[in-house]
T-cell receptor, first 113, second 113 residues
Framework: QKEVEQNSGPLSVPEGAIASLNCTYS??????FFWYRQYSGKSPELIMS????GDKEDGRFTAQLNKASQYVSLLIRDSQPSDSATYLC?????????????FGTGTRLQVTL | GAVVSQHPSRVICKSGTSVKIECRSL??????MFWYRQFPKQSLMLMAT?????????EQGVEKDKFLINHASLTLSTLTVTSAHPEDSSFYIC?????????FGSGTQLSVL
């Protein structure tokens, strides 16, 4: 089974700062990657998907993928207290395939006032 | 994004009873749905892949006779936890693919006394 690794945190950043969340994966077969946000007691919510090397921006979020280094990250600009949650990185096989994702353990982000 | 509805959101039952959880895709047809389980402070673990009109595919270590999955239509999959025990207490989440993305239901917190 593919392996996705994340630092569990917590990662603490002040309000307005950039939060950088990192994820590494061990299986080169993984082609598609997803970032989910999960609030305590709630189900995950899709934030970003990325399939190609490079950066992908959506509002305050930027996903970065480096397949050679097997590394995917999520940057959150102008962090807000409402961004405080656990962020799950997930990898799937096949470009654009969302089925049978393998999830990391998640990184807990705390945005402080 | 696509909407996946899951019911009930919370259930408390006695040991030995069975519990049924429903997962519906509200605005799209889902030939494949996925069932995950999440223990506190742990990542999502895929339990099984539910295929419309055919038997579910279970992940290694998941008892198919204990976790019965039925995917009778393109919009409904059910998970029945049979003869539930306290160790089955967990957060159960269903998901479905719409296009190339995976969307989650709101989850069911199961507590077995």
């Amino acid at each position: 089974q593919k392996e996705v690794e994340q630092n569990s945190g917590p990662l603490s950043v002040p309000e307005g700062a950039i939060a950088s969340l990192n994820c590494t994966y061990s299986d080169r077969v993984s082609q598609s990657f997803f970032w989910y946000r999960q609030y305590s007691g709630k189900s995950p919510e899709l934030i970003m998907s990325i399939y190609s090397n490079g950066d992908k921006e959506d509002g305050r979020f930027t996903a970065q993928l480096n397949k050679a280094s097997q590394y995917v990250s999520l940057l959150i600009r102008d962090s807000q207290p409402s961004d405080s949650a656990t962020y799950l990185c997930a990898g799937g096989g096949g470009s654009g395939t969302a089925s049978k994702l393998t999830f990391g353990t998640g990184t807990r982000l705390q945005v402080t006032l | 994004g696509a909407v996946v509805s899951q019911h009930p959101s919370r259930v408390i039952c006695k040991s030995g009873t069975s519990v049924k959880i429903e997962c519906r895709s509200l605005d799209f047809q889902a030939t494949t749905m996925f069932w995950y389980r999440q223990f506190p402070k742990q990542s999502l673990m895929l339990m099984a892949t539910s295929n419309e009109g055919s038997k579910a595919t279970y992940e290694q270590g998941v008892e198919k006779d204990k976790f019965l999955i039925n995917h009778a239509s393109l919009t409904l999959s059910t998970l029945t936890v049979t003869s539930a025990h306290p160790e089955d207490s967990s957060f159960y989440i269903c998901s479905a693919t719409s296009g190339e993305k995976l969307f989650f239901g709101s989850g069911t917190q199961l507590s077995v006394l």
